[in-house]
């Protein structure tokens, strides 16, 4: 695996965390406490894509995915299924969109960082303006998206055990603690990577410890077949590919020459986003990352964040062009929720805009 050894770790690690999260109760806690605000169906809809962003960019986009998703279908439930659609475009948005922020907010990021030799700090500095415009960007969409009414239409498709798993509104040691731990974790990660060292490890004990605490709680579902269920194999096999595609694409890559060395920063940079959008949208994020890799080698900050605003926002535009929009997706379709790719296609472009213009034009002001 190489350079992808850290990735792949990740990937058998979070969900089983995210997983864990999800047993021990806290779907139903955050879903209690946003409900308990009497919020209307717009301002509910903004809380969770808020609350999703910043799972994103300091737990990962793969735990904010999978957790947003029972979240966004209890708030839902008894609101119809013009709000159940506007919770599930929220999480695909909330999960993609807030994954820019720090090196191991996305899978991609971690690919990109490593191979080209960005420094944490670097790299935050360079991601920290286009983050922050591609939320707004795309909260102010959602905004005027979300109904601001009640719907009548109940989503009686929502499977009653889901529910009753949500309705836990309890907060014991074993819940309190799994909790703790993932915060903690968060901030270790961001400590850790600022001192160069390595995030993956971190984030394996915090898995350790919160699927510990589900354990140890007694609830149902975080057994060793739970927790090996609960590893994407769609994430798997897409590492798998990135790590044999790095040959083809070292070849590949020497037809492109970095546009950073004929064109200036206001024509190479959003060039740059574009062509990691196109690949991710096409194919993959992670598949795209490994291009990437290869392809800016010794490039810039800035270069970076600009090919990994096209992986990571401008993937929001296919149903398969981020393993985040992938799960929420199967999820959502597993909680009587399903939108088709044709559906998915019709919607997205407008989100993968709101939130890729404003991110490539911060880049171009602060650079």
């Known amino acids: 695996l190489g350079p992808l050894a850290g990735t792949m770790l990740l990937v058998l690690v979070l969900p089983p965390l995210a997983a864990a999260l999800e047993v021990l109760g806290w779907a139903g806690i955050v879903a209690g406490v946003i409900q308990r605000a009497r919020l209307s169906v717009r301002t509910e809809v903004l809380a969770a894509y808020g609350l999703w962003t910043v799972v994103s960019a300091t737990l990962t986009l793969d735990v904010a995915a999978v957790v947003a ?3 966004g279908l209890r708030l839902a439930a008894r609101r119809g299924r013009e709000a159940a659609a506007s919770q599930v ?3 695909i948005l909330g999960a993609n969109v807030g994954s820019l922020l720090f090196p191991f907010s996305n899978l991609t990021n971690l690919v990109l960082v490593a191979a080209t030799g960005t420094t944490f700090a670097a790299y935050v500095g360079a991601a920290w ?22 719907q009548d239409e109940p989503l009686k498709d929502f499977p009653e055990d889901a529910r009753a ?5 309890d907060a014991p040691r074993w819940t309190l603690l799994g909790g703790l731990a993932a915060a903690a974790g968060a ?7 600022l001192a160069g060292g390595d995030v993956a490890v971190v984030f394996a004990v915090t898995a350790a410890v919160v699927v510990t605490s589900a354990v140890a709680s007694g609830r149902p579902g975080v057994g060793a077949s739970d ?3 609960s590893i994407p194999p769609v994430a798997v096999a897409v590492v798998l590919f990135a790590a044999v595609a790095v040959g083809p694409a070292s070849g590949l890559a020497s037809l492109f020459p970095s546009p950073q060395a004929s064109l200036s920063p206001i024509m190479a940079l959003p060039l740059i986003a574009l062509i990691g959008g196109a690949l991710a949208a096409t194919v993959n994020n992670l598949p795209a990352a490994a291009f990437g890799a290869i392809w800016l080698h010794g490039a810039s900050p800035d270069a970076v964040v600009a090919y990994l605003i096209g992986t990571n926002l401008l993937a929001i535009a296919t149903p398969h062009g981020s393993v985040a ?8 379709s ?3 929720f399903e939108t088709s790719a044709l559906e998915h296609l019709t919607t997205a472009w407008l989100p993968t805009l709101a939130a890729g213009g404003p991110a490539i034009l911060a880049l171009l002001i602060v650079h």
């Open 69 to 71: 998703v029972p979240v």
């Open 89 to 91: 475009f929220g999480a």
């Open 129 to 150: 303006w286009p983050q922050v415009l591609a939320i707004a960007g795309t909260a102010l969409l959602l905004a005027v998206r979300a109904r601001a009414t009640v």
């Open 165 to 169: 798993a949500l309705d836990r509104s």
């Open 187 to 193: 901030v270790a990660a961001i400590i850790v990577g």
């Open 227 to 229: 927790v090996l269920r």
């Open 325 to 332: 929009t992938m799960l929420v997706r199967r999820l959502a």
């Open 334 to 336: 597993r909680g009587g």
